[in-house]
């Protein structure tokens, strides 16, 4: 009777178990070997959560790679249902677990990853990932200098760079990802000011194949980012994705989405005020002959597109909206406040040059420009009373040396409120 087969799950990934523990000198993760079950159910798991699935008659009967099935290999790993046949001096390179690993005590049925029938299982990887890995490990250096070119492959940079931050191989994560940064900084187009990526992703209405993996590999970005925290990655994805917003409700979606689940604040704002703005949001279900369904974007015959969204994401933009309303009515009943220049306060006019400021606001945010646009949009009723400041020109009442000050106070007024966007779209507190 053939002994089972015993995945290798990386300890930083799952709970901690009572096996055999080696502590590695470089991490403050231990390295643990599962003990070997008696049972056909295996342990499966898939990121980021564990869940037990019969072994099926396909995953024991596992095929060869006709790449990295190598003849003087040392070490059989099995990968979904493809065997990888490599060198242990290569696994236990670059502080990787692989090589504490290697150490471990062997079980009662003899040293795994020896032979095809004994192999070392890694779980939570597809074979495709893995492969694109062994790539980075194996390649000669003529074969490298194409990460480094306009052909270079993102999807492979994207795989090598996530598995080997799983594995902890430390340098050739940071090489994957400073080849995924080059790449993203190279790719640029004449279309949004030579914003990089912005070729690589369509804007379309509709939603195409080309639009899905577009969406899909911002999305992988985003958590590649997050999990390896690259912080220059990561502000490069929320610059794209700021800019894609503008041209599709589909990537609006997709900024809200991926905001919430990794709490980014610098995106989160600024998606749910886009998508508030731009769309007529709905929840999930079935009503007045349509069928909605989370993610969706519809046409609808009075202009906006309807989005699906959560019931979650629908609170928050309700409180955005009516949050943002309130702000409008405070602000403007009072003009942001600045101080006078020295030749104002020294003179008699600075009671006239407060009135005239005054004044001029309460007309502006009164005018046709203003009212045109939604209450809600506190940003671009700013921005129009900035340009009609601008056309002010010469007041009576109003000292030349504070007119400056009263325009920096319009844009202070915009950046808190840009600052304090995603505190707008929360659920809950004070309405």
């Known amino acids: 009777m053939e002994s ?15 096996d055999i523990v080696v502590e590695d000198q470089h991490t403050q993760f231990p390295l643990r070997k599962r003990p070997r079950h008696t049972s056909s159910i295996d342990i499966t798991a898939s990121e980021p959560s564990q869940s037990l699935v019969m072994v099926s008659e396909e995953s024991n009967s596992p095929v060869r790679d ?30 990787s677990f692989f090589g504490p690993m290697f150490t471990l005590p062997q079980g ?59 594995y902890t191989f430390k340098s050739t994560e940071t090489w994957a990802l400073d080849a995924i940064q080059e790449y993203l900084e190279r790719n640029t187009s004449p279309l949004f000011n030579d914003n990089p990526l912005i070729r690589m992703f369509p804007t379309l209405s509709t939603r195409s194949s080309a639009l899905l993996e577009s969406e899909g590999q911002i999305a992988r970005l985003i958590r590649l ?57 709905v929840c999930p279900g079935v009503g007045n002959g349509h069928t909605y369904v989370e993610g969706d974007v519809q046409e609808t015959s009075e202009g906006p597109q309807r989005l699906v969204v959560s019931p979650v994401q629908q609170l928050r933009l309700l409180s955005g909206y009516h949050r943002l309303s309130k702000a409008w009515d405070k602000l403007r009943a009072v003009p942001p406040q600045f101080e006078h220049a020295a030749s104002c306060g020294a003179t008699w006019h600075q009671h006239g040059c407060t009135q005239s400021w005054t004044d001029f606001w309460k007309e502006k945010t009164r005018s046709e420009g203003v009212l045109s646009l939604g209450s809600a949009n506190v940003l671009g009723r700013l921005g129009i009373i900035v340009k009609e400041f601008d056309k002010w020109g010469s007041a009576t009442y109003m000292h030349h040396d504070c007119k400056p000050a009263a325009r920096r106070s319009i844009h202070e007024k915009v950046k808190q409120i840009q600052q304090a966007l995603p505190d707008y779209f929360t659920e809950g507190g004070e309405y």
Not at 4 to 18: D, N
Not at 72 to 77: E, I, K, M, R, Y
Not at 251 to 279: C, K, P
Request: charged share 20%; hydrophobic share 40%; with cysteine.
């Open 225 to 281: 980012a997050q999990m390896c925290s690259h912080s220059r990655l990561m502000d490069t994805m929320i610059q794209l994705l700021q800019r894609l917003m503008s041209g599709s409700l589909h990537y609006s979606y997709l900024a809200m989405t991926l905001a919430d689940e990794f709490n980014i604040r610098d995106l989160r704002g600024a998606a749910y005020l886009e998508v508030m703005q731009t769309s007529v949001f």
């Open 108 to 166: 009662e049925f003899g040293e795994e990853g020896m032979s095809d029938d004994h192999p070392i299982v890694l779980q939570g990887d597809t074979a495709e990932e893995f492969r694109h890995f062994l790539w980075a490990l194996y390649a000669l250096p003529s074969e490298l200098i194409i990460v480094r070119s306009p052909k270079a492959d993102l999807s492979r940079l994207i795989d090598i760079a996530k598995v080997s931050s799983k």
């Open 4 to 18: 089972p087969v015993t995945p290798f799950i990386p300890a930083h990934e799952f709970s901690p178990e009572s």
């Open 66 to 95: 006709d790449a990295y099935y190598m003849a003087d290999g040392s070490c059989v790993l099995r990968v979904q249902n493809t065997l990888f046949k490599v060198h242990r001096t290569i696994l236990s390179k670059d502080q």
